[in-house]
């Protein structure tokens, strides 16, 4: 990252003041610059990049900020390096927004500037689902699709996810490319804002109806669901997407007592209920559960803004309702469609199964009992949908997800998908209870059968630019000093992604890792535990991951074993000062 000094980003705001920019931005930028040298220097100190998630930042005027100017090169940019890809005819994308402040407002530039690029643009008449847009793009055979969110960040900020024509998030060598031509864009006259109407076709109803018909395929029960379809189920969008299409792919599904949270699933972008729109946050679904306890449901599901995360509550052996981690849900989630595949006979040999390199190791040990092929891939869906891409038509991939929530069953989508995930949650449900079990007891079972996988995540953010120099600072330390015992365990294995190697400590080897660099460091120590380091590539954070396992005799020892686990966690956290 090149730095600026204070002179140069005043140089680059003054810009800012020129009569191509509007009167709401003049005067904001104008304020910084008389008063607030820090929030100047945060504005424009860079120039907002496609991360692991795109582009994402707080809303309000500056070239790292999230506003049409820099929404407005980014599309310019991408329109730029579609038709040098395609051609300049038959271009055609799709757009998708979410509930957030500005959402539409940043989903009608960018369909008006598509247009004026002369291409033909789907723009989804409200808010949808992020895994709709990856639908759609395909479904219209479209060569590219944005969908504008900033998933489950605070009600600052706002984002663009830009996807390309298998549906998947760019990447390589995509990515960087769309960058540099964004780059080349030395001016916001530069962008055609004046959009073309007629080149703008809105979609809707016949949309959501050809995607939840791709949804209800993913059913492997149904026979299940029609003998318990009266489970009782709340379900809350957190005033998200998800209320477009969540409840009716569950009744599609065949589920029938689908209970909502009225408060939350009114559309609003300042999210009045919650500290945070995010599944992963126990606050987020306190009403969900405080309805479920009132009305005897079984099950709680929750979406994020743009429903592609999924969170889940359950009830525990004392009746208590507990809420999943996405680990847990993924492990479940994977075990149902292998177990089932194998119970239905569903299996020809060539199907696999995706994970990245921070989700829990035992979905590993469930896909070798099943001999299914497992892949592990970096952080974010987008590498999910590159793996799909290349080995279609060899190979069959049928479920993944990652520790953060998201899951995707199926290929019809190439981006995490909670639509489905709710769905497929409930059948889980449903199956468990023909058996006489919970979807809590079916975790545990799965724990005894394979062994109990304990994960913990550890943010540390760091905001502004000072932030980011912090963390690169910290992942420095961590490659040029690496720890040599961690809670008193030997390292016995580095895995490096940024430079690409896996060194054996023990053995003296080191070996390639065959995928593209990454800024990640994993530690492996010999009692089992692993800890991965990496930051954020869409929040000012650095993450810490945490695993460690054990064996469960039964499930009536899963709590005193719990407790064991949670310790060895906390040992590593203050070993590492942490904490």
């Given at each position: ?5 204070i002179d140069e980003?005043r140089?680059?705001?003054?810009s800012?003041?020129?009569k191509?920019?509007?009167e709401?931005t ?5 304020y910084?610059?008389d ?11 860079q120039d907002?990049e496609?991360g692991t998630?795109?582009?994402r ?5 500056g070239t790292n ?6 929404l ?7 329109a730029?390096?579609i ?9 055609k994308?799709a757009i998708a927004h979410?509930c957030?402040?500005?959402?539409r407002?940043?989903?009608?530039t ?16 409200s ?5 709709e ?5 395909r479904h219209?055979?479209c ?5 504008i969110t900033a998933?489950?960040?605070p ?6 996810k830009a996807?390309?024509n298998?549906?998947?998030q760019?990447?390589a060598p995509?990515d ?10 030395k ?8 959009g073309?109407?007629?080149?703008i076709?809105?979609?809707?109803k016949?949309t ?5 018909k791709?949804?209800t395929?993913m059913s492997?029960?149904p026979e299940?669901?029609?003998k ?6 709340v ?6 997407t998800?209320i477009?299409m969540?409840p009716p792919?569950l009744?599609q ?8 949270v009225p408060?939350?699933?009114?559309i ?10 995010n599944?992963?946050?126990p606050d987020?679904?306190?009403m ?9 449901a079984?099950l709680v599901m929750?979406?994020d803004?743009?429903a592609d ?5 359950v009830?525990n ?5 507990i809420?999943l ?6 492990v479940i989630l994977?075990?149902?469609?292998l177990?089932?595949y ?9 199907e696999y199964i ?5 989700t829990t ?7 070798e009992y099943?001999n ?11 590498f999910f949908?590159?793996?799909i891409?290349?080995n279609?038509g060899?190979k ?7 520790e953060s ?10 981006d995490k998908?909670?639509v489905?995930s ?13 058996k006489?079990k919970?979807?809590y ?8 059968e394979?062994?109990?996988?304990k ?6 953010v760091?905001k502004g630019?000072e932030?980011?120099?912090e963390?690169?600072a ?8 690496p720890?040599l ?7 016995v294995r580095i895995?490096?992604y940024?430079?690409q ?9 080191k ?9 990640v460091?994993q530690f492996?120590?010999?009692d ?5 380091v990496r930051?954020?590539?869409t929040e000012?954070?650095i993450k810490?991951y945490f695993?460690?396992?054990?064996k469960l005799?039964?499930s009536d020892k899963?709590s005193e ?5 949670d310790?060895r966690i906390n040992d590593?956290i203050?070993?590492?000062k942490l904490s």
């Open positions: 990252m090149i730095m600026l000094s980003i140089k680059k705001a003054i800012w003041l020129n191509e920019f509007n709401e003049r005067k904001e930028v104008q910084m610059l008063n607030d040298e820090k929030r100047l220097i945060d504005a424009f100190y907002l496609f998630g795109g582009l930042g707080i809303m309000g005027a900020r999230m506003n049409i100017y820099t407005g090169m980014a599309t310019q940019g991408l730029n390096y038709i040098k890809q395609c051609g300049n005819s038959g271009i994308v979410d957030r402040n500005n959402s407002y940043f989903a009608e960018t369909a008006n500037i598509f247009s004026a690029n002369g291409f033909e643009v789907y723009l989804f008449e808010l949808r689902p992020t895994p847009l990856s639908f759609a793009i219209y055979k060569n590219s699709g944005v969908v998933s489950h960040n009600p600052e900020y706002n984002g663009y996807y390309w298998d549906g998947g760019v990447v995509h960087t490319a769309i960058i540099d031509e964004v780059r080349k864009i001016s916001v006259n530069e962008i055609k804002f004046n073309k109407k007629e080149n076709k809105i979609i809707g016949e959501d109806d050809l995607f939840l791709e949804v395929k492997l029960n299940v669901i029609n318990y379809s009266d489970i009782a189920i379900y809350t969008p957190i005033h998200g998800g477009k969540v792919a009744k599904f065949g589920f029938k007592n689908i209970i909502s408060e939350q699933d009114i609003d972008g300042n999210f009045p209920t919650v500290k945070s729109p599944p992963e946050e987020a679904l306190k969900a559960i405080n309805k479920a306890e009132e009305s005897g079984e929750a979406t803004p743009d995360r999924l969170g889940l509550a009830k052996k004392k009746r208590e309702f809420l981690n996405g680990n847990q849900t993924g994977i075990w149902y469609i177990s089932q194998k119970e239905r006979n569903m299996y020809k040999g060539n995706i994970k990245t390199i921070v190791d035992l979905i590993e040990k469930i896909a099943y299914v092929e497992y892949v592990n891939v970096l952080t974010g869906f987008k949908a590159e793996y891409r290349e279609e060899n069959k991939y049928i479920g993944g997800g990652e929530y998201g899951f995707l069953p199926g290929d019809y989508v190439r998908d909670a489905a709710c769905s497929l949650a409930a059948e889980a449900t449903a199956w468990a209870k023909s006489g919970s979807l007891d079916l975790l545990l079972d799965i724990y005894v394979y062994g109990f996988y994960e913990k995540l550890v943010n540390i760091r630019k932030g980011a120099d963390i690169k910290m992942m420095t330390e961590y490659r040029n000093n720890p015992k961690i809670n008193n365990s030997r390292v895995n490096d940024e430079n190697f896996s060194l054996d400590i023990v053995k003296k080897i070996t390639g890792i065959n995928l593209i660099k990454s800024d460091l492996f120590l010999e089992g535990s692993k800890i991965s930051p954020s590539g000012p954070k810490f695993s460690v396992n054990t005799s039964s899963f074993t719990e407790k064991i686990l310790n590593i203050k070993d590492l």
